[in-house]
């Protein structure tokens, strides 16, 4: 689904407020992906720091 100007507004806002991106994602009903890939676009995270969250999320699933 497309992002609105209104969403937007609300996604940055509560995320500068301190809300953790797995809680944005749930208000949003999108993808922690998604929700970085905005976070990206609208400079508030670097590409390293979303690709480097889902590596850390990815390896506390795996099984040794």
Do not use: P
């Not at 996604?11 to 809300?19: K, V």
């Not at 797995?22 to 690709?51: D, F, N, P, Y």
Request: with cysteine; aromatic share 4%.
């Amino acid at each position: 689904k497309t992002w609105t100007v209104d969403e937007d507004d609300r996604l940055l806002a509560a995320f500068d407020g301190g809300t953790a991106v797995e809680q944005l994602a749930v208000a949003h009903e999108r993808t922690r992906a998604g929700i970085e890939a905005r976070l990206v676009k609208h400079g508030r995270l670097e590409a390293e720091q979303a690709s480097a969250a889902r590596m850390r999320c990815r390896s506390t699933f795996t099984t040794r």
